[in-house]
């Protein structure tokens, strides 16, 4: 953090605020949250998790998971009408920040043994807490925000 941060100009007048340039590496950006000593994640972490979470396709696996509790990747497939190829790779970008995690069962009747993807805790929040509810929020405030920026 910087001695004297400057506000930079959002439009919800959040608590978003600039860094100075010398952080090599850094986001350039802290929100005015302070995050435990011992936490596991940093800001770039949580960031990222809103990044990954954000993008069509992750987001749907999100709400598909949460709908059902745990799904395989063929039952995923099916619920977003999607090949099961398709989803490797935003299964795993979800896994990756630890929104998801997968479980794999061998007792599933077959010779083969089934992964069950389901949502962590963090998946939950960012999705109800973050997601869900920063959308409602925008649209209940969609047309004041309209009105201040359109003239």
Do not use: C
Request: proline share 4%; net charge negative; glycine share 6%.
């Amino acid at each position: 953090m910087t001695n004297s941060p400057d506000r930079t100009s959002i439009p919800d007048d959040g608590s978003l605020r600039r860094r100075d340039d010398s952080n090599e590496g850094d986001n350039g950006f802290d929100l005015d949250v302070e995050l435990p000593e011992d936490s596991l994640f940093d800001l770039d972490d949580y960031l990222k998790m809103y990044e990954v979470a954000s993008k069509p396709k992750q987001y749907l696996i999100l709400e598909a998971l949460a709908e059902n509790n745990q799904l395989s990747t063929s039952e995923l497939s099916m619920v977003l009408g999607e090949e099961d190829n398709a989803l490797h790779y935003p299964l795993r970008t979800l896994k990756d920040v630890a929104l998801i995690k997968n479980r794999r069962d061998p007792n599933t009747g077959t010779e083969e043994t089934y992964s069950y993807y389901e949502l962590t805790e963090l998946g939950r929040i960012v999705l109800t807490e973050g997601i869900r509810e920063g959308v409602k929020i925008l649209a209940r405030q969609e047309a004041a925000l309209e009105d201040k920026y359109s003239k």
